[in-house]
């Protein structure tokens, strides 16, 4: 079966620096791959989408790269601020109609 | 524009009872999902609706089941509920099918239910 890995410790950043963030998966070929961000007691809001013949993404300060060969994802914020503190999710098709996502990352920035 | 809304938006139940959640999609949007998402995890499929069919199913159990109505809106049943059925339930709407690179699932804020 399809299996998402992320970091389940926490990231501890100081505001300003780049915050790289880990997705790897196995057992799948996605056509594409999703990042969403989850604050507490809500529902993922989504941030990024990259399809599998893209190498990179950007979206604001948000970068997003999807290497098919290594079967993972980096997602990158810059110039991170403590309003960026929340778990970040990524999500791959599974071809079922459905999404499968990792358990997520959750991401502490300290002003 | 309001965003996928969902009700309640929390639950407490005791094992074998039974419960209904519900959900209203964005308006336009014709596709529904259901999520589960137990604490420190991510959220896992439940099923997929769209034109008030059942398009796709997660690895739950029978007593899971769900419905689309007319107006897109959605409920979600869950039977004979267990302790391990505590969880974050997330209904989310897209313009169409899952699996399509374009349809962006929105999700709502969730129901949280506690069975005891």
């Known amino acids: 079966s399809q299996k998402i890995e992320q970091n389940s410790e926490a990231l501890n950043i100081q505001e300003g620096k780049t915050a790289t963030l880990t997705c790897n998966y196995t057992n799948y070929s996605p056509a594409y791959l999703q990042w969403y961000r989850q604050d507490p007691g809500r529902g993922p809001v989504f941030l990024l989408l990259?399809?599998?013949?893209?190498k990179e993404k950007r979206k604001e300060r948000l970068k997003v790269t999807f290497d098919t060969t290594l079967k993972q994802s980096l997602f990158h914020i810059t110039a991170s601020q403590p309003a960026d503190s929340a778990t970040y999710l990524c999500?791959?098709?599974?071809?079922?109609?459905?999404?499968?996502f990792g358990s997520g990352t959750r991401l502490q920035v300290q002003p | 524009d309001a965003g996928v809304t969902q009700s309640p938006t929390h639950l407490i139940k005791t094992r074998g009872q039974q419960v209904t959640l519900r959900c209203s999609p964005i308006?336009?949007?014709?596709?529904v999902s259901w999520y589960q998402q137990v604490l420190g995890q991510g959220p896992q499929f439940i099923f997929q609706?769209?034109?008030?069919?059942?398009?796709g199913r997660g690895n739950f159990p029978d007593r899971f089941s769900a419905r689309q109505f007319p107006n897109y809106s959605s409920e979600l049943n869950v039977n004979a509920l267990l302790l391990g059925d505590s969880a974050l339930y997330l209904c989310?709407?897209?313009?169409?099918?899952?699996?399509?690179?374009?349809?962006?699932?929105?999700f709502g804020p969730g129901t949280r239910l506690t069975v005891l």
């Open positions: 990259i399809r599998e013949n893209e």
């Open positions: 989310a709407s897209s313009l169409g099918f899952s699996g399509s690179a374009t349809d962006t699932q929105y």
């Open positions: 308006s336009g949007h014709k596709s």
């Open positions: 999500a791959i098709d599974t071809g079922r109609r459905a999404l499968t």
């Open positions: 609706y769209y034109e008030k069919e059942e398009r």
